[in-house]
Protein backbone atom coordinates (compact mmCIF):
# COMPACT_ATOMS: atom_id res chain seq x y z
CA UNK A 1 0.00 0.00 0.00
CA UNK A 2 1.45 3.39 -0.84
CA UNK A 3 1.79 6.36 1.47
CA UNK A 4 -1.31 8.24 -0.61
CA UNK A 5 -2.92 5.54 -0.52
CA UNK A 6 -2.63 4.90 3.24
CA UNK A 7 -3.44 8.33 3.43
CA UNK A 8 -6.43 8.42 1.71
CA UNK A 9 -8.18 5.72 3.94
CA UNK A 10 -7.19 6.85 7.12
CA UNK A 11 -8.74 10.50 5.90
CA UNK A 12 -11.89 8.04 4.87
CA UNK A 13 -11.92 6.46 8.71
CA UNK A 14 -11.38 9.96 10.20
CA UNK A 15 -14.49 11.60 8.14
CA UNK A 16 -16.42 8.26 7.91
CA UNK A 17 -16.87 8.16 4.21
CA UNK A 18 -15.07 7.07 1.11
CA UNK A 19 -12.47 9.83 -0.25
CA UNK A 20 -11.63 10.01 -4.06
CA UNK A 21 -8.27 8.65 -5.31
CA UNK A 22 -9.16 9.82 -9.10
CA UNK A 23 -10.84 12.51 -10.80
CA UNK A 24 -11.93 10.66 -13.97
CA UNK A 25 -13.30 7.35 -14.34
CA UNK A 26 -10.05 5.12 -15.61
CA UNK A 27 -13.05 2.27 -16.75
CA UNK A 28 -14.91 2.09 -20.06
CA UNK A 29 -18.61 1.61 -18.97
CA UNK A 30 -20.81 0.03 -22.63
CA UNK A 31 -24.51 1.48 -22.70
CA UNK A 32 -25.66 -1.79 -21.84
CA UNK A 33 -22.97 -3.77 -19.89
CA UNK A 34 -24.15 -7.55 -18.81
CA UNK A 35 -23.99 -8.31 -15.25
CA UNK A 36 -23.27 -11.70 -15.06
CA UNK A 37 -23.40 -13.02 -11.19
CA UNK A 38 -22.34 -16.19 -10.54
CA UNK A 39 -22.73 -18.86 -7.81
CA UNK A 40 -21.18 -22.07 -7.34
CA UNK A 41 -21.77 -25.01 -5.09
CA UNK A 42 -19.80 -25.54 -2.26
CA UNK A 43 -16.56 -28.16 -2.38
CA UNK A 44 -16.75 -27.73 -5.79
CA UNK A 45 -15.04 -25.48 -7.56
CA UNK A 46 -15.91 -25.35 -11.15
CA UNK A 47 -19.47 -26.66 -10.36
CA UNK A 48 -22.50 -24.08 -11.15
CA UNK A 49 -24.94 -23.37 -8.76
CA UNK A 50 -26.89 -20.37 -10.13
CA UNK A 51 -26.49 -17.43 -11.45
CA UNK A 52 -28.49 -13.87 -12.29
CA UNK A 53 -27.77 -11.72 -15.76
CA UNK A 54 -28.66 -9.38 -17.62
CA UNK A 55 -28.14 -6.07 -19.18
CA UNK A 56 -31.69 -4.23 -17.87
CA UNK A 57 -31.27 -3.82 -14.62
CA UNK A 58 -35.36 -4.33 -14.01
CA UNK A 59 -35.32 -7.51 -15.96
CA UNK A 60 -32.65 -9.81 -14.15
CA UNK A 61 -32.85 -13.47 -15.89
CA UNK A 62 -32.06 -15.61 -13.13
CA UNK A 63 -30.49 -19.55 -14.37
CA UNK A 64 -30.61 -22.33 -11.49
CA UNK A 65 -29.05 -25.96 -11.23
CA UNK A 66 -31.44 -27.19 -8.70
CA UNK A 67 -29.01 -30.36 -8.13
CA UNK A 68 -25.44 -29.29 -8.82
CA UNK A 69 -24.01 -32.52 -8.58
CA UNK A 70 -25.90 -33.50 -11.73
CA UNK A 71 -23.89 -33.56 -14.87
CA UNK A 72 -26.91 -32.86 -16.90
CA UNK A 73 -28.49 -30.09 -14.96
CA UNK A 74 -24.98 -28.51 -15.03
CA UNK A 75 -24.48 -28.43 -18.64
CA UNK A 76 -28.40 -27.64 -19.10
CA UNK A 77 -27.61 -24.63 -16.90
CA UNK A 78 -24.40 -23.49 -19.25
CA UNK A 79 -27.02 -24.08 -22.75
CA UNK A 80 -29.53 -22.10 -20.72
CA UNK A 81 -26.50 -19.13 -20.02
CA UNK A 82 -25.40 -19.71 -23.68
CA UNK A 83 -28.94 -18.69 -24.72
CA UNK A 84 -28.40 -15.52 -22.70
CA UNK A 85 -24.80 -14.55 -23.14
CA UNK A 86 -24.44 -15.42 -26.79
CA UNK A 87 -26.69 -13.45 -28.87
CA UNK A 88 -25.63 -10.23 -26.76
CA UNK A 89 -22.15 -11.20 -27.39
CA UNK A 90 -22.40 -11.88 -31.24
CA UNK A 91 -25.00 -8.81 -31.55
CA UNK A 92 -21.79 -6.68 -31.47
CA UNK A 93 -20.63 -8.61 -35.05
CA UNK A 94 -22.93 -6.70 -37.04
CA UNK A 95 -21.59 -2.91 -37.09
CA UNK A 96 -17.82 -1.98 -38.91
CA UNK A 97 -16.02 -0.15 -39.41
CA UNK A 98 -12.77 0.78 -41.29
CA UNK A 99 -9.43 2.62 -40.17
CA UNK A 100 -7.62 3.89 -42.22
CA UNK A 101 -4.64 3.07 -41.57
CA UNK A 102 -1.05 2.14 -43.85
CA UNK A 103 -2.87 -1.15 -44.83
CA UNK A 104 -6.42 0.01 -44.21
CA UNK A 105 -8.46 -3.07 -41.53
CA UNK A 106 -12.09 -3.11 -40.34
CA UNK A 107 -12.70 -4.02 -36.65
CA UNK A 108 -16.21 -3.25 -34.44
CA UNK A 109 -17.05 -0.76 -34.00
CA UNK A 110 -18.43 -1.86 -29.98
CA UNK A 111 -17.55 -4.67 -28.24
CA UNK A 112 -19.50 -6.75 -25.31
CA UNK A 113 -18.70 -6.03 -21.71
CA UNK A 114 -19.40 -8.12 -18.95
CA UNK A 115 -19.09 -7.24 -14.93
CA UNK A 116 -19.08 -9.34 -12.23
CA UNK A 117 -19.11 -8.92 -8.67
CA UNK A 118 -15.69 -9.45 -7.58
CA UNK A 119 -12.15 -11.23 -8.94
CA UNK A 120 -13.96 -14.20 -7.74
CA UNK A 121 -16.35 -14.05 -10.18
CA UNK A 122 -13.34 -13.27 -12.77
CA UNK A 123 -11.69 -16.30 -11.44
CA UNK A 124 -14.98 -19.14 -11.97
CA UNK A 125 -15.65 -17.45 -15.02
CA UNK A 126 -12.36 -18.55 -16.02
CA UNK A 127 -12.99 -21.96 -14.72
CA UNK A 128 -16.22 -22.75 -16.22
CA UNK A 129 -14.61 -21.52 -20.14
CA UNK A 130 -12.00 -24.06 -18.99
CA UNK A 131 -14.69 -26.90 -18.29
CA UNK A 132 -16.77 -26.33 -21.49
CA UNK A 133 -14.52 -25.29 -24.42
CA UNK A 134 -13.86 -28.92 -25.06
CA UNK A 135 -17.44 -29.96 -24.36
CA UNK A 136 -18.52 -31.45 -27.73
CA UNK A 137 -22.11 -32.06 -29.25
CA UNK A 138 -21.15 -35.34 -30.54
CA UNK A 139 -19.85 -38.77 -29.03
CA UNK A 140 -19.89 -39.53 -25.14
CA UNK A 141 -21.36 -37.20 -22.83
CA UNK A 142 -23.11 -34.74 -25.66
CA UNK A 143 -23.67 -30.98 -24.76
CA UNK A 144 -26.00 -28.53 -26.54
CA UNK A 145 -23.81 -27.01 -29.52
CA UNK A 146 -24.29 -23.50 -28.11
CA UNK A 147 -22.16 -24.79 -24.71
CA UNK A 148 -18.50 -25.24 -26.09
CA UNK A 149 -19.08 -22.10 -27.97
CA UNK A 150 -19.96 -19.86 -24.74
CA UNK A 151 -16.83 -22.11 -23.33
CA UNK A 152 -14.47 -20.38 -25.67
CA UNK A 153 -16.23 -16.81 -25.50
CA UNK A 154 -15.94 -17.44 -21.08
CA UNK A 155 -12.02 -17.89 -21.73
CA UNK A 156 -11.84 -14.89 -23.89
CA UNK A 157 -13.35 -12.65 -20.99
CA UNK A 158 -11.36 -14.38 -18.37
CA UNK A 159 -7.75 -14.03 -20.63
CA UNK A 160 -8.46 -10.27 -21.45
CA UNK A 161 -9.28 -9.25 -18.03
CA UNK A 162 -5.08 -10.12 -17.17
CA UNK A 163 -4.07 -7.16 -18.92
CA UNK A 164 -4.13 -4.07 -17.01
CA UNK A 165 -6.66 -1.24 -18.25
CA UNK A 166 -9.23 -4.11 -20.61
CA UNK A 167 -12.75 -3.18 -20.19
CA UNK A 168 -14.08 -6.79 -21.50
CA UNK A 169 -14.74 -8.54 -17.97
CA UNK A 170 -14.33 -6.02 -15.18
CA UNK A 171 -14.37 -7.10 -11.05
CA UNK A 172 -16.53 -4.22 -9.99
CA UNK A 173 -14.69 -4.07 -6.71
CA UNK A 174 -11.67 -3.64 -8.41
CA UNK A 175 -13.46 -0.79 -10.78
CA UNK A 176 -14.60 0.65 -7.55
CA UNK A 177 -10.68 0.70 -5.49
CA UNK A 178 -9.35 2.62 -8.91
CA UNK A 179 -11.87 6.02 -7.86
CA UNK A 180 -12.28 5.47 -3.86
CA UNK A 181 -10.39 4.79 -1.05
CA UNK A 182 -12.78 2.99 1.77
CA UNK A 183 -11.94 2.94 5.77
CA UNK A 184 -11.46 -0.63 5.36
CA UNK A 185 -8.81 -2.88 4.28
CA UNK A 186 -8.07 -3.66 0.87
CA UNK A 187 -8.93 -7.40 1.91
CA UNK A 188 -12.19 -5.74 3.01
CA UNK A 189 -12.99 -4.24 -0.46
CA UNK A 190 -13.11 -7.56 -1.69
CA UNK A 191 -16.92 -7.62 0.02
CA UNK A 192 -18.67 -5.36 -2.60
CA UNK A 193 -22.17 -4.77 -0.09
CA UNK A 194 -18.97 -3.29 2.23
CA UNK A 195 -17.40 -1.12 0.34
CA UNK A 196 -20.66 0.39 -1.08
CA UNK A 197 -21.18 0.75 2.23
CA UNK A 198 -18.46 3.23 2.56
CA UNK A 199 -18.45 5.09 -0.99
CA UNK A 200 -22.17 5.67 -0.35
CA UNK A 201 -23.57 5.61 2.97
CA UNK A 202 -27.42 5.50 4.32
CA UNK A 203 -28.29 9.26 4.83
CA UNK A 204 -27.07 9.51 8.59
CA UNK A 205 -24.73 6.76 8.66
CA UNK A 206 -21.28 7.12 9.05
CA UNK A 207 -19.59 4.18 6.23
CA UNK A 208 -18.07 2.28 9.49
CA UNK A 209 -22.08 1.55 10.46
CA UNK A 210 -23.49 0.91 7.11
CA UNK A 211 -20.29 -1.46 6.30
CA UNK A 212 -20.73 -2.98 9.65
CA UNK A 213 -24.42 -3.73 8.96
CA UNK A 214 -23.27 -4.86 5.61
CA UNK A 215 -21.62 -7.78 6.63
CA UNK A 216 -24.49 -9.24 7.57
CA UNK A 217 -25.54 -11.96 5.29
CA UNK A 218 -29.16 -11.52 6.15
CA UNK A 219 -28.68 -8.07 4.76
CA UNK A 220 -26.39 -8.03 1.98
CA UNK A 221 -25.55 -12.03 0.86
CA UNK A 222 -22.03 -12.77 -0.31
CA UNK A 223 -21.73 -11.56 -3.86
CA UNK A 224 -20.57 -14.29 -5.21
CA UNK A 225 -19.30 -17.17 -6.20
CA UNK A 226 -19.62 -18.78 -2.76
CA UNK A 227 -22.39 -18.31 -0.84
CA UNK A 228 -22.64 -18.09 3.12
CA UNK A 229 -22.43 -21.62 5.06
CA UNK A 230 -25.22 -20.78 6.94
CA UNK A 231 -27.60 -20.29 3.85
CA UNK A 232 -26.01 -23.54 2.50
CA UNK A 233 -26.38 -25.47 5.42
CA UNK A 234 -29.95 -24.25 6.83
CA UNK A 235 -31.46 -23.11 3.58
CA UNK A 236 -30.10 -24.81 0.32
CA UNK A 237 -29.94 -28.15 1.62
CA UNK A 238 -33.54 -28.33 2.46
CA UNK A 239 -34.08 -26.55 -0.88
CA UNK A 240 -32.05 -29.28 -2.85
CA UNK A 241 -33.85 -32.08 -1.10
CA UNK A 242 -36.89 -30.61 -1.83
CA UNK A 243 -36.40 -30.95 -5.53
CA UNK A 244 -35.40 -34.37 -4.89
CA UNK A 245 -38.50 -35.37 -3.25
CA UNK A 246 -41.05 -33.32 -5.59
CA UNK A 247 -39.15 -32.81 -8.77
CA UNK A 248 -40.12 -28.96 -8.34
CA UNK A 249 -37.46 -26.23 -8.62
CA UNK A 250 -39.93 -23.90 -7.18
CA UNK A 251 -38.32 -23.87 -3.68
CA UNK A 252 -34.45 -24.18 -5.19
CA UNK A 253 -35.10 -20.88 -7.29
CA UNK A 254 -36.62 -18.89 -4.93
CA UNK A 255 -33.93 -19.40 -2.11
CA UNK A 256 -31.23 -18.69 -4.88
CA UNK A 257 -33.10 -15.10 -6.20
CA UNK A 258 -32.65 -14.52 -2.32
CA UNK A 259 -29.17 -14.33 -2.44
CA UNK A 260 -28.80 -12.96 -5.81
CA UNK A 261 -31.07 -9.80 -5.91
CA UNK A 262 -29.74 -7.89 -3.54
CA UNK A 263 -26.11 -8.31 -5.19
CA UNK A 264 -27.72 -7.30 -8.57
CA UNK A 265 -29.31 -4.21 -7.08
CA UNK A 266 -25.72 -3.41 -5.84
CA UNK A 267 -23.94 -3.98 -9.54
CA UNK A 268 -26.46 -1.50 -10.75
CA UNK A 269 -25.89 0.78 -8.17
CA UNK A 270 -22.15 0.70 -8.64
CA UNK A 271 -22.49 1.19 -12.33
CA UNK A 272 -24.38 4.46 -11.93
CA UNK A 273 -21.30 5.70 -9.19
CA UNK A 274 -18.82 5.22 -11.88
CA UNK A 275 -21.22 6.61 -14.64
CA UNK A 276 -21.19 9.72 -12.25
CA UNK A 277 -17.11 10.20 -13.19
CA UNK A 278 -15.85 11.80 -16.82
CA UNK A 279 -14.30 9.39 -18.63
CA UNK A 280 -10.33 9.63 -18.33
CA UNK A 281 -8.62 10.32 -22.18
CA UNK A 282 -7.02 7.76 -22.60
CA UNK A 283 -9.85 4.86 -21.84
CA UNK A 284 -11.16 4.95 -25.26
CA UNK A 285 -7.77 4.14 -26.31
CA UNK A 286 -7.56 0.93 -24.24
CA UNK A 287 -11.34 0.07 -25.30
CA UNK A 288 -10.13 0.53 -29.23
CA UNK A 289 -7.34 -2.69 -28.22
CA UNK A 290 -10.29 -4.47 -26.79
CA UNK A 291 -12.37 -3.69 -29.52
CA UNK A 292 -9.73 -5.39 -31.91
CA UNK A 293 -8.94 -8.06 -30.06
CA UNK A 294 -12.86 -9.07 -29.72
CA UNK A 295 -12.99 -8.82 -33.45
CA UNK A 296 -10.04 -11.22 -33.87
CA UNK A 297 -12.00 -13.62 -31.76
CA UNK A 298 -14.90 -13.39 -33.34
CA UNK A 299 -13.15 -14.48 -36.95
CA UNK A 300 -11.14 -17.10 -35.35
CA UNK A 301 -14.53 -18.51 -34.06
CA UNK A 302 -16.22 -18.38 -37.29
CA UNK A 303 -13.26 -20.09 -39.47
CA UNK A 304 -13.63 -23.05 -36.95
CA UNK A 305 -11.03 -21.99 -34.50
CA UNK A 306 -9.67 -24.71 -31.71
CA UNK A 307 -10.15 -24.16 -28.06
CA UNK A 308 -7.18 -23.00 -26.56
CA UNK A 309 -5.04 -25.54 -25.26
CA UNK A 310 -4.76 -25.79 -21.51
CA UNK A 311 -1.05 -24.90 -21.18
CA UNK A 312 0.90 -22.13 -23.89
CA UNK A 313 3.88 -23.36 -25.39
CA UNK A 314 7.16 -21.62 -24.65
CA UNK A 315 7.32 -18.85 -27.00
CA UNK A 316 3.21 -18.10 -26.45
CA UNK A 317 3.91 -17.79 -23.21
CA UNK A 318 6.66 -15.86 -23.46
CA UNK A 319 5.03 -13.26 -26.07
CA UNK A 320 1.91 -13.09 -23.51
CA UNK A 321 4.41 -12.31 -20.42
CA UNK A 322 5.86 -9.58 -22.45
CA UNK A 323 2.67 -8.56 -23.31
CA UNK A 324 1.01 -8.44 -19.80
CA UNK A 325 4.40 -6.30 -18.89
CA UNK A 326 3.91 -3.78 -21.28
CA UNK A 327 0.50 -3.22 -21.06
CA UNK A 328 0.83 -2.53 -17.53
CA UNK A 329 3.25 0.07 -17.72
CA UNK A 330 1.23 1.67 -20.40
CA UNK A 331 -1.57 1.70 -18.70
CA UNK A 332 -0.03 3.00 -15.89
CA UNK A 333 1.54 5.79 -17.46
CA UNK A 334 -1.61 6.53 -18.87
CA UNK A 335 -3.29 6.49 -15.61
CA UNK A 336 -0.97 8.91 -14.09
CA UNK A 337 -1.04 11.64 -17.10
CA UNK A 338 -4.75 11.24 -17.21
CA UNK A 339 -5.62 12.27 -13.53
CA UNK A 340 -3.33 14.73 -11.15
CA UNK A 341 -4.80 12.19 -8.50
CA UNK A 342 -2.84 9.03 -9.58
CA UNK A 343 0.02 11.25 -10.65
CA UNK A 344 0.51 12.38 -6.99
CA UNK A 345 1.66 8.34 -6.08
CA UNK A 346 4.09 9.31 -8.71
CA UNK A 347 5.43 12.46 -7.20
CA UNK A 348 5.55 11.93 -3.59
CA UNK A 349 7.37 9.00 -4.95
CA UNK A 350 10.46 11.09 -6.31
CA UNK A 351 9.20 9.44 -9.78
CA UNK A 352 7.66 12.71 -11.17
CA UNK A 353 7.58 16.42 -10.84
CA UNK A 354 5.29 19.26 -11.65
CA UNK A 355 6.85 22.67 -11.65
CA UNK A 356 7.27 25.84 -13.53
CA UNK A 357 9.63 26.42 -16.72
CA UNK A 358 12.43 29.06 -16.24
CA UNK A 359 14.49 28.49 -18.66
CA UNK A 360 14.76 27.52 -22.08
CA UNK A 361 17.74 27.08 -24.51
CA UNK A 362 15.99 26.19 -27.73
CA UNK A 363 18.88 27.32 -29.89
CA UNK A 364 21.35 24.28 -28.41
CA UNK A 365 22.72 21.72 -31.02
CA UNK A 366 25.10 18.84 -29.91
CA UNK A 367 26.39 15.71 -32.20
CA UNK A 368 24.57 12.70 -30.41
CA UNK A 369 26.05 9.36 -30.04
CA UNK A 370 26.49 7.79 -33.29
CA UNK A 371 25.68 10.38 -35.39
CA UNK A 372 27.90 12.76 -37.15
CA UNK A 373 26.00 16.33 -37.47
CA UNK A 374 24.71 18.34 -34.80
CA UNK A 375 21.10 18.13 -33.50
CA UNK A 376 18.86 20.44 -31.89
CA UNK A 377 18.88 19.11 -28.55
CA UNK A 378 17.05 21.72 -26.30
CA UNK A 379 17.53 22.40 -22.38
CA UNK A 380 14.25 23.50 -19.95
CA UNK A 381 15.05 24.24 -16.82
CA UNK A 382 11.90 23.77 -14.16
CA UNK A 383 11.81 24.65 -11.03
CA UNK A 384 10.11 22.32 -8.72
CA UNK A 385 8.92 22.14 -4.98
CA UNK A 386 8.44 18.31 -5.45
CA UNK A 387 11.04 15.48 -3.85
CA UNK A 388 13.02 14.49 -7.30
CA UNK A 389 14.56 11.44 -7.09
CA UNK A 390 15.71 10.84 -10.69
CA UNK A 391 19.32 10.57 -11.79
CA UNK A 392 21.16 12.44 -14.53
CA UNK A 393 20.17 10.30 -17.85
CA UNK A 394 17.02 9.12 -16.55
CA UNK A 395 14.62 9.29 -19.54
CA UNK A 396 11.33 11.15 -19.10
CA UNK A 397 8.10 11.94 -20.30
CA UNK A 398 5.70 14.65 -20.65
CA UNK A 399 1.74 15.26 -19.54
CA UNK A 400 1.80 18.04 -22.57
CA UNK A 401 3.45 15.54 -24.94
CA UNK A 402 3.23 12.22 -23.91
CA UNK A 403 5.46 10.98 -27.38
CA UNK A 404 8.04 13.40 -26.83
CA UNK A 405 11.47 11.88 -24.57
CA UNK A 406 13.63 13.84 -22.55
CA UNK A 407 16.50 13.24 -20.21
CA UNK A 408 17.46 14.69 -16.98
CA UNK A 409 20.83 16.50 -17.33
CA UNK A 410 20.70 18.01 -13.43
CA UNK A 411 19.33 18.63 -10.39
CA UNK A 412 20.71 21.45 -8.36
CA UNK A 413 18.43 22.17 -5.53
CA UNK A 414 14.90 23.17 -6.81
CA UNK A 415 16.09 23.48 -10.30
CA UNK A 416 15.94 19.98 -12.83
CA UNK A 417 17.18 20.90 -15.82
CA UNK A 418 15.94 18.29 -19.25
CA UNK A 419 17.13 17.95 -22.46
CA UNK A 420 14.75 17.38 -24.92
CA UNK A 421 15.85 14.36 -27.96
CA UNK A 422 12.92 14.31 -30.48
CA UNK A 423 9.34 15.55 -31.82
CA UNK A 424 10.27 18.80 -32.39
CA UNK A 425 9.56 18.61 -36.07
CA UNK A 426 12.26 18.05 -39.05
CA UNK A 427 13.82 21.43 -38.97
CA UNK A 428 17.07 22.71 -38.06
CA UNK A 429 15.44 24.37 -35.39
CA UNK A 430 12.81 23.15 -32.78
CA UNK A 431 9.21 24.05 -34.61
CA UNK A 432 6.64 26.33 -32.82
CA UNK A 433 4.65 24.69 -29.95
CA UNK A 434 7.30 21.70 -29.96
CA UNK A 435 9.09 23.06 -26.68
CA UNK A 436 7.35 24.24 -22.82
CA UNK A 437 7.77 27.94 -22.82
CA UNK A 438 9.05 30.19 -20.01
CA UNK A 439 6.35 30.36 -17.20
CA UNK A 440 4.69 27.44 -18.45
CA UNK A 441 3.38 24.97 -15.72
CA UNK A 442 4.59 21.14 -16.89
CA UNK A 443 4.99 18.04 -15.75
CA UNK A 444 7.54 14.93 -16.19
CA UNK A 445 7.36 11.42 -15.36
CA UNK A 446 9.42 8.12 -15.54
CA UNK A 447 6.45 6.82 -16.78
CA UNK A 448 6.61 5.40 -20.24
CA UNK A 449 3.02 5.64 -22.34
CA UNK A 450 4.54 2.89 -25.12
CA UNK A 451 5.14 0.39 -22.96
CA UNK A 452 8.83 0.38 -23.58
CA UNK A 453 10.91 -2.30 -25.41
CA UNK A 454 9.49 -5.42 -26.05
CA UNK A 455 12.18 -8.55 -26.32
CA UNK A 456 12.67 -10.03 -29.35
CA UNK A 457 11.36 -13.54 -29.16
CA UNK A 458 11.65 -16.39 -31.92
CA UNK A 459 8.64 -18.06 -34.36
CA UNK A 460 6.93 -20.59 -32.81
CA UNK A 461 8.94 -23.32 -34.91
CA UNK A 462 11.94 -21.73 -33.99
CA UNK A 463 11.55 -22.45 -30.36
CA UNK A 464 15.02 -23.56 -28.98
CA UNK A 465 15.74 -27.19 -27.65
CA UNK A 466 16.24 -25.81 -23.99
CA UNK A 467 12.55 -24.77 -24.07
CA UNK A 468 10.91 -28.10 -25.40
CA UNK A 469 11.99 -27.93 -29.48
CA UNK A 470 9.59 -26.75 -32.01
CA UNK A 471 5.60 -27.40 -30.49
CA UNK A 472 3.62 -29.76 -32.36
CA UNK A 473 0.37 -28.44 -33.57
CA UNK A 474 -2.49 -28.46 -30.69
CA UNK A 475 -5.69 -30.41 -31.53
CA UNK A 476 -8.00 -31.22 -28.76
CA UNK A 477 -8.11 -34.66 -27.32
CA UNK A 478 -10.66 -36.91 -25.49
CA UNK A 479 -8.83 -35.61 -22.39
CA UNK A 480 -9.25 -32.41 -23.20
CA UNK A 481 -13.01 -33.09 -22.85
CA UNK A 482 -13.01 -35.14 -19.85
CA UNK A 483 -11.35 -31.92 -17.83
CA UNK A 484 -13.13 -32.43 -14.41
CA UNK A 485 -15.35 -29.95 -12.70
CA UNK A 486 -14.03 -30.06 -9.44
Known amino acids: MSIMSSYARALAAQEGRAQPVATVRHVHLSAAPMVFIPLRLAGEAAAPLAAMVGTDPENPRLLVVPQPRNRD ?40 QILVPSRGGVAFTKLLGRSTRFRRADGPYPVHPTVPVLGQWLTFFADRAEYAGSSALVAMTDALALHFATGQSPMEDANLATQLAWISPPDGQSGAKAALAAEDPLISPPAGPDTHPDFDGQVLEHAIRAYETSGSEAQVREALRSQLTPTWSLMWHAVRLLRGLPEAATVDVRWVRDREQFTRETARLAEGGSPRGRVDSAVRAAIRLADLESVVQTYEAQRAFDDPLVMIEHRVAGKAFTGEVVGVDAARRIVPAGKTRPAPRPLVTIRTSDPVRLSPGRKLFSSRNRKQRTEVVGIDGDLVVLQINDQMGRGASPAPGSLPEVGDVVCYAELDPGGGQRPRLPAGEDTPWTHGGPPTPYTPTDEDAEEAWS
Open 73 to 112: LRFAFMAELADVMLPYIEGFAEVVETVEAKTPYERYADAP
